[in-house]
């Protein structure tokens, strides 16, 4: 059967945590959709073009992945629409810790809600990248600290280029 999950997110940047959910996701669908979000309330450091460019780079670039399982996009729909989409009936999450749970299993239940027939699955990365967090990473980078354990180095020379 041929399963290909949705993973939404905003990946500004994208992180070692991201990456992670993403290889362990590739484990079990045949192809993950990357799906960097475009709405308009967040306040984003990189546009969504630079996000998807930067998490490209990172994947396929850095990481030498599989560019015929992963597919890398930008949106600005609800997400259950993006799965009708991409016909794919899977909601790819991240968890770093119980804080996360509360938020993560709400939306869960909106999208059950808004699309009975999409199941979220919660993949947790392992524990040397779950304490990364795109905001801590951009506060380092701004700081001038070392990110080089957070993110990959093209994700890193365009944070550094963003703080110039």
Known sequence: ?????IYPGT?????FGHIDVIKKG???FNKIVVAVSNVDNKDYLFDAD????????????????????????????LTTDL????????????????S????EFQLAGMNRKLNNNIETIFLMSDVENQ???????????????NINKFTTKSTIKSLKKKYE
Do not use: Q, W
């Not at 996360?100 to 938020?103: A, H, I, L, P, S």
């Open 131 to 145: 304490i990364i967090s795109s905001k801590f990473i951009k506060e380092i980078v701004k700081l001038k600290g």
């Open 50 to 77: 630079e996000r998807i460019e930067i998490t490209k780079k990172a994947l396929f670039s850095d990481l030498k992945l599989n560019k015929k399982r992963i597919m890398v996009i930008s949106f600005t729909s």
């Open 100 to 103: 996360d749970f509360e938020y």
């Open 26 to 28: 590739l484990k079990l």
């Open 11 to 15: 990946f500004d940047p994208i992180t």
């Open 83 to 98: 799965c009708n989409k991409h016909r794919s009936n899977i909601i790819l999450r991240g968890l770093r810790a119980v």
């Open 1 to 5: 059967m041929n399963k290909t999950a």
